[in-house]
């Protein structure tokens, strides 16, 4: 019911180019309704009327489940991913910082390697946890950040300033290299 263009067509066109949480929220309460709006990629499917603090529920889970386990691990392509000051080979897990080669453990190459592949992304501890050390137990927030120190003292060139990897106060960390 919305103009131009129907919410079925809208949840088709994001669900090709994005896994991003849709919810649905319609007056069309038949089930057919609610089979073909699941069935296109909508990962909630509300009907009027509706409440709406269990709209903010359902929102907040999503947004939680999507947060933890919706970013897509395939590794990056390229063999070389190359910033501003810092060149990775991702073959021979080896890292060069303004020329010279800088030796990291092979869990803070995945680190940062999973940062550098989606740069401006922002991740928890808890993403990069689950993600780099592939473990949903026993997860440590010190453990994440205890590595992104001792990377932040090997690959930056003033660690107390970073320019690669950069905190969110509040949420997590981010990489902030230029793509040379």
């Known amino acids: 019911m919305m103009p131009k263009v129907d919410g079925i067509e809208v949840c088709r066109q994001i669900r090709s180019k994005s896994n991003v949480p849709i919810v649905m929220l319609t007056a069309k309460d038949l ?5 073909v709006g699941l069935g296109i990629g909508a990962d909630d ?8 603090a269990e709209v903010i529920a359902r929102v907040k889970a999503l947004m939680r489940r999507y947060l933890i386990l919706g970013i897509e691990l ?3 392509e390229q063999e070389t991913m190359k910033f501003k000051g810092l060149t990775m080979e991702l ?3 080896t890292v060069q910082v303004a020329g010279g080669p800088v030796p990291l453990t092979a869990k803070e190459f995945e680190l940062l390697k999973f ?3 989606r740069p401006g992304q922002v991740f928890t501890k808890t993403q990069l946890f689950r993600n780099v050390w592939a473990s949903q ?3 440590d927030d010190n453990t994440v950040m205890v590595h992104i120190r001792k990377l932040r003292l090997k690959i930056e060139p003033d ?3 970073p320019q690669y990897i950069q905190t969110v106060w509040g949420i997590g960390y ?5 793509r040379e």
């Open 174 to 178: 981010k990489f902030a290299g230029e």
């Open 91 to 93: 073959k021979t897990y």
């Open 137 to 139: 137990y026993l997860e």
């Open 45 to 52: 499917y509300i009907t009027k009327p509706f409440s709406i």
């Open 115 to 117: 940062l550098a592949s």
């Open 74 to 76: 395939s590794p990056p």
């Open 159 to 161: 660690p107390s300033h």
């Open 31 to 35: 089930e057919t309704d609610k089979i």
